[in-house]
């Protein structure tokens, strides 16, 4: 028992974590592409939301007065709000340890959860999966928004959980800031060997795109609840593999005298 909590109490390597964090990148990439088909509103990229809401709010100066709340308005307020409450029960994680196994298991496995409840949502709610034009949203009803609201909430937990890893991979869900910083590696061009600033970054991108192919491929055959059933399912074998990404290994001892924080 003893040896069970070592193991779980354990933080990971998160230079040797690549295999999980390219399927959170994948993950952004497939759970994006569901809530976009269906409504034109990003359950991951909370930029786009929040300018949403700034026109929101500008209609109501313009010379008509518009004081309509337009379902879109809505639907991207869902998205902000349940993402950023999913990013506060990431916090939980500094309780445990944000970098323990033990953490990278539970938040993992609260992220299935939330896809499993988005899948149960959008099932019941009888609603179409794909949308041909803005003015015409797939989702429209109340059950619909809960659906909006479990996926953004896994979202916003996978997005703290990545960021406190510290990696080359950053959050994992915006891929702005990682485009960026390729863009601006200094080795950028060496392509004769591995560099893992460069190439967990190439990593990031190309699996998020991956993803997002995959799951607009599912979205077509199986509907919106079957492909997040999928993604459920997904996210539960990533679940499972932070019982193999190994863990740090303890600093060695330093001579007497020594200061670590000199």
């Known amino acids: 028992m003893s040896t069970l909590r070592q193991i779980l109490m354990q933080e990971v390597d998160g230079s040797r974590a690549s295999a999980p964090l390219t399927a959170y990148c994948f993950m952004t990439g497939y759970i994006d592409v569901v809530c976009f088909s269906a409504i034109f509103v990003w359950c991951a990229f909370q930029t786009g939301n929040s300018v949403q809401l700034a026109l929101a709010l500008a209609r109501l100066f313009n010379?008509?007065?518009?004081?309509?709340?337009?379902?879109?308005?809505?639907?991207?307020?869902?998205?902000?709000?349940?993402?950023?409450?999913?990013?506060?029960?990431?916090?939980?994680g500094d309780k445990i340890g944000c970098k323990t196994r033990l953490w990278?298991?539970?938040?993992?496995?609260?992220?299935?959860?939330?896809?499993?409840?988005?899948?149960?949502?959008?099932?019941?709610?009888?609603?179409?999966?794909?949308?041909?034009?803005?003015?015409?949203?797939?989702?429209?009803?109340?059950?619909?928004?809960?659906?909006?609201?479990?996926?953004?909430?896994?979202?916003?937990?996978q997005g703290i959980m990545g960021k406190r890893l510290n990696t080359q991979f950053t959050t994992t869900v915006?891929?702005?800031?990682?485009?960026?910083?390729l863009i601006t590696e200094p080795q950028l061009f060496h392509f004769r060997r591995l560099v893992m600033s460069r190439d967990h970054k190439v990593m990031a991108i190309v699996f998020l795109f991956i993803g997002a192919f995959t799951g607009r491929a599912i979205l077509n055959k199986f509907?919106?609840?079957?492909?997040?059933?999928?993604?459920?399912?997904?996210?539960?074998?990533?679940?499972?593999?932070?019982?193999?990404?190994?863990?740090?290994?303890?600093?060695?001892?330093?001579?007497c005298g020594v200061n670590l924080c000199s």
Request: proline share 3%.
């Open 223 to 255: 509907g919106s609840a079957g492909t997040l059933g999928v993604g459920a399912g997904i996210r539960f074998l990533i679940t499972l593999s932070w019982l193999f990404v190994p863990g740090k290994k303890a600093p060695k001892n330093l001579p």
């Open 104 to 157: 990278m298991i539970l938040g993992t496995l609260i992220q299935t959860l939330f896809t499993v409840a988005a899948a149960i949502a959008i099932w019941k709610s009888g609603q179409r999966s794909v949308s041909d034009s803005r003015d015409d949203p797939a989702w429209t009803n109340a059950i619909s928004f809960v659906c909006i609201g479990f996926m953004s909430a896994s979202m916003g937990l």
């Open 174 to 181: 915006v891929l702005t800031t990682t485009w960026c910083e």
């Open 63 to 92: 010379g008509s007065r518009d004081y309509s709340f337009q379902l879109v308005d809505g639907q991207s307020l869902c998205s902000v709000l349940s993402f950023i409450f999913g990013a506060f029960i990431g916090r939980l």
